[in-house]
């Protein structure tokens, strides 16, 4: 054989050789393949450094990122350095709330990222005001419609997770949400992989197979404490606890203090189950003393149900490897059609502002975007449409801001947006008293919400209703 005829056949066998491992990698691929993230695949996930995951990330590309105590913050200054260094332009990173500097927020950075909150966090908030961000008015439920529905097309997914166990198995941990939509319709997956996050059961598992990339840290998760809770949140609390909340029920709340005020005055309650998509602090410590026992649940019976949450380290080592727990979809966790079947399901939520009439403002200040539209309306229709008629939805805030002004007005600051509407609620609450609305006409809810307004600024909303109406608000 001639050296020119075997140099030729070498090549020709270098080329099959390549195109066959090729074919190999395709069809055990993650998209050719098997979509399922708990379907292992026979691939192992290079270890890399962070600079050298988000090298993927390109001019134009979409990033979804993890959020809450699962934000892959590590991924996300790397990624931010990344943009920076190499001089690309027009990326959106797509999140719900998420945890840490948001650095790739900031007004240098402008014209390479711009975030898409789904719900918006203090963090992105003065992007958001100042143009240089976006949000997305939507309940919680529908977000994972975004990915499925391909109205949101991720190149790349940034997520956090447990350290595989001996079956290659990661946990999302702290935060499922919408996380596994994203994942299901991203074309890259990158992962955190930290010791720190809890192995959570339920729709957390994810196998390593999966990840393009992986990127081995060691860093505490986001924490927030239990505060310390005002005179006026303690009436609150108590006012719910004492009235609206009965044994046997199931409790949402979100994180704050009036949810903490609520869960530190139900210390005498008994077979309290929690289907909530977060959860606190409050709720160990209640689960400990026999308080909160799901045992009257139909659904998840003796189980906590959340979607995602943020706490302290207790919470974190509570929920760890815990099967007390279960971590769900949002699109389950929130659906109405699964809150509503839940044995007294008691929705407690917060807000900015309520008018007169019963309109809920609780993601701007005026024309100002301040969060989002979250879980409220999941919850408070779910309670309200209760199977067994004993649902009880609830919206609870101090009577007035930091700065004494009432959060019960004539009419909402305007440009204000109604997240709740007038229809959709039955209990107001202050420290003041307890609001029934449901069943009740224009003329009896200013009635009932002006006896639980704070009592110096009665008199106006009395007249302001006055002027309204053309008649006195009144209880008949």
Known sequence: MSKQLARRVGQVNKFLTAASANAAATHNNYYTYVQELSHP???????????????CIKSGDTVFAQGAAGTPNVLLNAMTQHGKCNKLE???VCHMHTEGPAEYCKPEYKDIFRSNSF?????????????????VPIFLHEIPQLFYKKIVKPDVTFIHVSPPDRHGFCSLGTSVDCVRAGLLNSKKIVAQINPNMPRTFGDSIIHKSHFDFAVEVNEKLPQHGTG??????QKIGKLIAENLVKDGATLQMGIGSIPDAVLAALHNHKDLGIHSEMFANGVVDLV??????????KMHRGRIVGSFLIGDQALYDFVNDNPFIEMLVIDYVNNTSIVKQQPRMTAINSCIEVDLTGQVCSDSIGTRFYSGFGGQVDFIRGAAEGLDGLGVPIIAMPSTTNKGESKIVPVLKPGAGVVTSRAHVHYVVTEHGIASLFGKNVRQRMYELIQIADPKHREALEKAACERLGVMPSPN
């Open 41 to 55: 695949i026979d691939r192992e996930p290079p270890i890399v450094s962070a600079e050298e995951a988000v090298s």
């Open 288 to 297: 400990k003393k026999g308080c909160v026992t799901n045992s009257k649940k």
């Open 228 to 233: 310390e809770i005002s005179p006026v949140e």
């Open 119 to 135: 719900f918006m966090g203090g963090n992105v908030r003065k992007a958001v005001a100042e143009g240089r961000g976006d949000n």
């Open 90 to 92: 027009k990326i959106t």
